[in-house]
């Protein structure tokens, strides 16, 4: 059992493997688009290629775990090579070498945070892991929250900057994970495959519902990730430290009051506070191309805390919906569509951005990208909440909306 301290260590752990994953989006223009004379769609390419390899990479991490055992030694060596691959970017060279070398280190950044997850679930008994993963989760969401403004600031005169801070933050890490870290009793189950996946979904249908609200969050995502940055310094010609700034104060709410909404959504109706948070979020999206400069430090807090409404409550649904047996499932089938979500949020940005501003300008272009993202939230939050509805007033667990849905 891990003691208090090493719990820490996790955290720490979590945020150290998180923050580089932020530190180049306020700079993303220069970095990619500027750098290597890219369209706007390969400069979004940037930001999911990673996520690709990250959905090859998690069943292999559970893979080898199983298989060889210790899991602080290959947390170690993925984050050597991740620490090697933002190296690697900041050297000149071809576009598609670029690529090629972040599609590498979205595989080690997640065989590495795959393991950690795995580490934490069995770092202390069942009625304690509460207070691991909430350590670990708080770290995850901090480092993603922090990692915009320092990278705004460092990239402010090189670009290539939070590059070399990520490789150190991330090869620190992996000293850490050398020195510190230890096997524990758990075992992290290995990842479900797209059969096991279409599986559950045949059998219970009403499943359908978290897993296309966690596909549609990280979609909206990715537009922060890619479109959005790019947007502020084509758009309202702002810096990279104020680009920063501006995701952190997304971010931020998101992290924060993700666990009190969380608790809310426990005492209260799941449809009311996820559809009513997913279609509060969705408007505020599809609005992100009409606002003045001064309006935007307001508008992000909004955001963000609207994000923070629908996060918890869609995990607590999927667990509502699926029985005990197949919950692991349901849960990482919740996984691999937020992950299918972040790959194409950032290339679908792209693409519409670009297509709409050669006919009517980069400002309808963006507006039009945030519109689509908006749009598909508002009209799943209204699609849904029937369903939930239904689901809420005949089911008691596994009760028996539950087992018509699966007929």
Known sequence: ???????????????????????????????????????????????????????????????????????????????????????????????????AIRFVEGCAHIFALSLLLGLASGARPEAQRGLVMGATGSGLLLGVASGAPLGGRLGAEDPVTPLYVGAAVVAGAAVLALLLLRETAGRERERPGLREIAHLVRAHRIVAIPLLFAFADRFTVGFFTSTFPLFLRN????????????????MLPFAVLSFPFGILSQRTSRAFVLCGGSFAYGCLVASLGFWPTEGLLGLMLATGTAAAVMFVPSMLFTADVTPEAV??????????????????????????????AEAHGWAAGYAAAFAVAGSFKILLALGAFGVIRRFERTSRGDGPFLSRSGS
């Open 327 to 356: 919950r692991t499932t349901s849960m990482g089938a919740f996984n691999a569509a937020g992950s299918l979500g972040f790959i194409v949020g950032p290339l679908t940005g792209g693409l519409v951005s670009q297509s709409v």
């Open 235 to 250: 758009i309202h010609e702002l810096p990279p430290p104020r680009i920063g700034i501006l995701i952190a104060v997304f």
């Open 1 to 99: 059992m891990y003691p208090a301290w090493r719990i820490a260590v996790l955290g720490v752990m979590a945020w150290s493997m998180l923050l580089p994953v932020t530190l180049p989006v306020p700079v993303l223009r220069e970095l990619v688009a500027e750098r290597f004379g890219v369209s706007e769609l390969l400069t979004s390419l940037f930001m999911s290629i990673n996520m690709v390899g990250a959905v090859l990479a998690a069943p292999l991490a559970g893979a080898l775990a199983d298989r060889f055992g210790r899991r602080p030694l290959l947390i170690a060596f993925a984050l050597a090579l991740d620490a090697l691959c933002f190296l690697g970017l900041t050297r000149e060279g071809p576009f598609p070498v670029f690529l």
